[in-house]
């Protein structure tokens, strides 16, 4: 009798957990690939979000340049102190319109992009130094162009430059 039961028992068991293991299997694959599917989902979606924050990361850099900046404020009676002033507030306002970029750019790429922008404030303020306040903005342009011009390069180039090596390295 328990013969019989085994002879019955003993091969429902092995179906039993072989189907348990294959089925198990399968699911496992199946949820794999479900994940898969997710992921690529969400980089047809996230990549064009991040290629348009670096491009706009780019032309914030381009902006906050002291040449740009210099060329758009100038005025032919302002005075260094009014053309310091505003190219701070630029630079500043600038960077606070792109803040919410650095959630789609690498750690070390918001970080070069800070350091960029507290470098050209530095540079600015640099060249301010023994200038009367009250002199036309031309001089301080004059200082803040050699003082480019000496430097290699401008401290928003070395980021532009830090950012399109990420890109390249990304995609």
């Given at each position: 009798?328990?013969?019989?039961?085994?002879?019955?028992?003993?091969?429902?068991?092995?179906?039993?957990?072989?189907?348990?293991?294959?089925?198990?299997?399968?699911?496992?694959?199946?949820?794999?690939?479900?994940?898969?599917?997710?992921?690529?989902?969400?980089?047809?979606?996230?990549?064009?979000?991040?290629?348009?924050?670096?491009?706009?990361i780019i032309l914030?850099l381009e902006r906050?340049?002291?040449?740009?900046?210099?060329?758009?404020?100038?005025?032919?009676?302002?005075?260094?102190?009014?053309?310091?002033?505003?190219?701070?507030i630029t630079i500043?306002?600038?960077?606070?319109?792109?803040?919410?970029?650095?959630?789609?750019?690498?750690?070390?790429?918001?970080?070069?992009?800070?350091?960029?922008?507290?470098?050209?404030?530095?540079?600015?303020?640099?060249?301010?130094?023994?200038?009367?306040?009250?002199?036309?903005?031309?001089?301080?342009?004059?200082?803040?162009?050699?003082?480019?011009?000496?430097?290699?390069?401008?401290?928003?180039?070395?980021?532009?430059?830090?950012?399109?090596?990420?890109?390249?390295?990304?995609?």
């Open positions: 009798m328990l013969a019989e039961i085994l002879k019955i028992t003993i091969p429902s068991l092995v179906v039993f957990f072989t189907a348990y293991f294959v089925l198990k299997t399968v699911l496992k694959k199946d949820n794999e690939n479900r994940r898969l599917q997710i992921v690529l989902q969400n980089q047809k979606i996230i990549t064009p979000l991040r290629l348009q924050a670096y491009e706009r914030f906050i340049s002291p040449n740009s900046v210099i060329m758009r404020l100038q005025t032919p009676n302002m005075t260094v102190q009014q053309l310091h002033k505003e190219m701070l500043r306002s600038e960077f606070e319109h792109n803040l919410s970029q650095q959630l789609y750019l690498s750690i070390e790429s918001w970080e070069q992009i800070r350091n960029a922008k507290e470098k050209t404030i530095k540079l600015l303020n640099m060249c301010l130094e023994g200038i009367d306040q009250n002199e036309n903005a031309i001089k301080y342009s004059q200082i803040v162009f050699e003082k480019l011009i000496e430097i290699e390069k401008s401290p928003t180039q070395e980021a532009i430059d830090f950012i399109k090596k990420e890109i390249k390295q990304l995609y």
